[in-house]
Nanobody
């Protein structure tokens, strides 16, 4: 049974960087489409970026395209999210998710195929 645990969130000033980690146990991640989602205060959860088995990325959050990067580390059974040039509007709870039987954009746009969610890690960007 796959389980996901996020870490690396925290408080950072605008313009700063964070590196989020999503560690898996119970199964290997290389067969899953993986994604990071964000829930800002008072808003619904939305996709940020997703990655397929071949490390092709899809950005649901277009503003993140030049600032965020998602990586697979299959040796550690982990996916990473590098957050750079952070803005206050990037604040929220960041959730890692694993999906099957879905396309990359479908997962990111509508959470299609998501089988497992992590508990989330908070990111707060101060202005």
């Amino acid at each position: 049974q796959l389980a996901l645990v996020e870490s690396g969130g925290g408080l950072v000033q605008a313009g700063g960087s964070l590196r989020l980690s999503c560690a898996a146990s119970g199964s290997t991640l290389d067969t899953y489409v993986m994604g990071w989602f964000r829930q800002a205060p008072g808003k619904e959860r939305e996709g940020v970026i997703c990655i397929d088995k071949n490390s092709i990325q899809y950005y649901k959050d277009r503003s993140a395209k030049s600032r965020f990067n998602m990586l697979r580390d299959n040796a550690k059974n982990t996916v990473l999210l590098e957050l750079n040039s952070l803005k206050p509007e990037d604040s929220g709870i960041y959730y890692c998710a694993a999906a099957t039987r879905t396309g990359l954009s479908a997962m990111c746009e509508s959470e299609n195929g998501v089988r497992v969610w992590g508990a989330g890690t908070p990111v707060t960007v101060s202005s």
